[in-house]
Structures are given as structure tokens and as C-alpha cells.
T-cell receptor
Framework: NAGVTQTPKFRILKIGQSMTLQCTQDMNHNYMYWYRQDPGMGLKLIYYSVGAGITDKGEVPNGYNVSRSTTEDFPLRLELAAPSQTSVYFC?????????????FGDGTRLSIL | GDSVTQMEGPVTLSEEAFLTINCTYTATGYPSLFWYVQYPGEGLQLLLKATKADDKGSNKGFEATYRKETTSFHLEKGSVQVSDSAVYFCALNPTGTASKLTFGTGTRLQVTL
């Protein structure tokens, strides 16, 4: 089972460039999430989705956009990259039942904005 | 709002030592509690969970007990190995929500021979 797959694993961007971080899962999970992980800061939720066609903001959504056209895919878009967006980005998914269901994480995308 | 507080790291132990990583939380109701582990260069993996007061989660020799009276979920292992070196995250999911986790800042564990 592939689980949650993120691409690319590493990327360097220049200030003002755009890019899309890809995330796909093969577990038929309805819920998907995007987090960023900054050193010593834990994980912060950027956006999440409870199903195809439905997305909502998390704790730190500014500067990002998402879409959810299928159950499997949940891409994260950076429109105008800024140095403050240098971070490690994790995608996760979970079943839609009760809150005791764990999240399954991808291996992350390490993004540097220079 | 909901929050999770973990002890500062890094925690450095010799192999076969006893491990405790403290975690306390603030939340209304009865949240579900989780420990996740992150090995170098990888994503987070669920280590164990507990969903109600006095539940004990366990996995791979690690244990944590959901203590409602002290709002704590401390992680313990009786004898650590070098392969346990990783970052450990405590997290909670508030009551009634579908899996929206609040994470602590993580505690790095280094185990030496």
C-alpha cells in the first residue's frame, strides 16, 4: 500500500515564483490535510478537506490555496512564494468517522524560498 | 482554545534507560489523545492512542495513560534502544470533531550506546 504520497520531496523557489505541491492517497479517505512544520514549532494546519469539492481554512492559510476535485488528490498551491513559506510541508489523510481515527502522513516536501 | 504542551528536548539517554516524555493538554470535554513519532527524513507515524479517561495506549514497548484528573498523557518506555531516536509529538483531537489534530511542539529523543 502506497498510503499518502507527496511530490516533490525537495524544491527551491525564488521569491515570487509559484508552485503546486502534490498529494495523493490510495486509502479512500474522505478527510485530507496540509500542515507545515517549522523548526521547534510543531505542525500547523494550513487547509483541510472533508471530501471532494469541500475545503476549509486551518490555522495558517494565508499565501496558500487548495482544491479537492477527487477523493484521492489534494494539491497545495503557493501563488507568490515568500521566504516565510520556507518550511517542510506534510499532507495527511484520515477516515471521516469519529475523532479517534488517526491521521496518515506522507513523507513531506522540503521547500526553500530564496 | 485547545493546546498541547510537551517537555522541551532534546532528551538524551543511554541505551536500556527508562524514558518519560511529559505531555499535558487543555481541552473541553473528552478529547482523543495521540502520540506520533517522526524518524529522520520521514513523515509522522501513529505510535499509540487513547480515546477515554484511564485508557492505556501501547505499541512497540511504549505506553501512555489518559489521565483526566491531571490532563496528562505522558509517554513511557522501560528500555530504550538506539532505533528509538526520533522526534515524538503529542496530539489531541477535540470531542466531536472529525480528526482535526492539535499538536505539541515535539520532543527530540537521542539514544546513545
Amino acid at each position: 500500500n502506497a498510503g499518502v504520497t507527496q511530490t516533490p520531496k525537495f524544491r527551491i523557489l525564488k521569491i515570487g515564483q509559484s508552485m503546486t505541491l502534490q498529494c495523493t492517497q490510495d486509502m479512500n479517505h474522505n478527510y485530507m490535510y496540509w500542515y507545515r512544520q517549522d523548526p521547534g514549532m510543531g505542525l500547523k494546519l494550513i487547509y483541510y478537506s472533508v471530501g471532494a469539492g469541500i475545503t476549509d481554512k486551518g490555522e495558517v492559510p494565508n499565501g496558500y490555496n487548495v482544491s479537492r476535485s477527487t477523493t484521492e488528490d489534494f494539491p497545495l498551491r503557493l501563488e507568490l512564494a515568500a521566504p516565510s513559506q520556507t518550511s517542510v510541508y506534510f499532507c495527511a489523510s484520515s477516515e471521516a468517522r469519529q475523532g479517534d481515527q488517526p491521521q496518515h502522513f506522507g513523507d513531506g516536501t522540503r521547500l526553500s524560498i530564496l | 482554545g485547545d493546546s498541547v504542551t510537551q517537555m522541551e528536548g532534546p532528551v538524551t539517554l543511554s541505551e536500556e534507560a527508562f524514558l518519560t516524555i511529559n505531555c499535558t493538554y487543555t481541552a473541553t470535554g473528552y478529547p482523543s489523545l495521540f502520540w506520533y513519532v517522526q524518524y529522520p527524513g520521514e513523515g509522522l507515524q501513529l505510535l499509540l492512542k487513547a480515546t477515554k479517561a484511564d485508557d492505556k495506549g501501547s505499541n512497540k514497548g511504549f505506553e501512555a495513560t489518559y489521565r483526566k484528573e491531571t490532563t496528562s498523557f505522558h509517554l513511557e518506555k522501560g528500555s530504550v534502544q538506539v532505533s528509538d531516536s526520533a522526534v515524538y509529538f503529542c496530539a489531541l483531537n477535540p470531542t466531536g470533531t472529525a480528526s482535526k489534530l492539535t499538536f505539541g511542539t515535539g520532543t527530540r529523543l537521542q539514544v546513545t550506546l
